[in-house]
């Protein structure tokens, strides 16, 4: 017998706080509520860090931003451009129904700081449909797979091959999907922030003990060394190197690409980015010309009558994937007042203002509790 995954916006409820059973338990927990802090120190000012400063300054807190760097935005979220989209799997994981609470709560973030005249659709972001292209081999258990979830067609639907681009491929589009400049983001983040945050560059923090004497809470939002500042014993996260080709743009494919071949062209650019490469061992952080190349070959072979232009630039960053792929957003074991937003993988994007709901939640005594969400709290791994 085959199942139903019933209402594909349905994961939306788990942030809704449980209601109360009586007005005595409602006084009861006011009376039990922690006081908001009055400072928090958040240590990472790229998406992930930006979005917590935000949720927490909404609060009316006040947030004390710390990065090595000398501004914003140095490391992945310094990335011309990235994608975010839901993600389908057979069984609908945990790891999808995250990808469609975050995508939700991501588009919504873009869509308030547009509100607020600090971004611009069409510019700065932009939902023009995402293609995640398919092997041939893999077409049928794909199509069977959407078949299984029975998702509305705004959501997710199948194309064949050449009914969106010249290609031998078929996929998966997402009407919705889209690409945002992540910089431009965290700019946005940060100005939406106003006089409650208080931003320090060019700030190595090494140990978070100095941070929480002066601070009523402290939230790591780092990539590479979140388990160093905030140990969790078991925990086990590794490092993974990407890098992205930027070209001139020779034709706009018109909806973002992944899948075989990772592909942005935003229409008021004269560029196209390809990516990402996914290098581990990091060895050095130097762009490459094989990996350009590799970028450049699996377009081509994808998307072989579509012309490319010549190569403009190179960047290269880091991902911090968790060992179970699932970020670790929340409180960190063991240590009160210590908080993460981290491990985002490649998906950065997708739940980077879900994790500032997620901690802001936490910091204001009111945390968003749901079974799933209980899976993406720092943890360690399995025996």
Avoid at 63 to 75: E, F, Q, S
Avoid at 99 to 122: C, I, P, S, V
Avoid at 349 to 368: D, F, K, N, T
Wanted: proline share 8%.
């Amino acid at each position: 017998m085959t199942s139903r995954v019933v209402g594909y916006n349905a994961a939306s409820v788990l942030l809704q706080h449980n209601p109360m059973s009586s007005s005595e338990t409602a006084s009861q927990a006011l009376f039990d509520a922690p006081q908001p802090p009055s400072t928090v120190a958040v240590i990472g000012a790229g998406i992930a860090g930006s979005s917590v400063a935000l949720a927490l300054c909404k609060q009316g807190v006040q947030v004390h931003l710390y990065d090595l760097a000398n501004g914003p935005a140095a490391g992945a979220s310094g990335n011309w451009v990235g994608a975010f989209h839901p993600h389908i799997t057979r069984g609908d994981s945990p790891l999808s129904q995250l990808t469609r609470l975050g995508f939700d709560h991501t588009l919504q973030a873009l869509k308030d700081l547009t509100a607020q005249d600090l971004l611009e659709k069409g510019t700065d972001w932009d939902t023009p449909g995402h293609l995640q292209t398919v092997p041939p081999e893999e077409a049928d258990r794909a199509r069977e797979t959407l078949q299984l979830l029975n998702f509305p067609h705004t959501l997710v639907r199948w194309v064949q091959p050449d009914e969106l681009l010249p290609t031998a491929l078929g996929g998966l589009f997402f009407p919705q999907g889209g690409w945002v400049k992540p910089a431009r983001w965290v700019e946005a983040n940060l100005q939406a922030c106003g006089e409650l945050l208080h931003t320090h560059y060019n700030t190595t923090v090494t140990d978070i003990r100095s941070l929480q004497a002066q601070h009523s809470a402290v939230v790591v939002c780092v990539a590479e060394n979140a388990l160093e500042l905030a140990p969790i014993p078991g925990a086990r996260a590794n490092t993974v190197k990407g890098q992205i080709s930027k070209l001139r743009c020779a034709a706009k494919p018109g909806v973002v690409l992944s899948g075989e071949s990772y592909a942005i062209a935003p229409a008021a650019d004269d560029w196209l980015v390809l990516g990402a490469t996914y290098e581990r061992p990091v060895l050095h952080m130097n762009p490459t010309a094989e990996a350009d190349e590799l970028n450049i070959a699996r377009f081509k072979a994808a998307f072989p009558e579509l012309p490319l232009g010549d190569l403009l630039d190179h960047r290269c960053a880091v991902r911090s994937v968790w060992h179970d792929r699932l970020p670790a957003i929340g409180p960190v074991p063991h240590m009160p007042g210590v908080y993460m937003s981290t491990g985002f993988g490649s998906r950065g994007l997708l739940w980077a203002a879900l994790g500032g709901a997620i901690v802001a939640g936490h910091c204001m005594g009111q945390p968003l509790e749901s079974k799933l969400l209980g899976k993406i709290t720092p943890r360690a791994a399995k025996a």
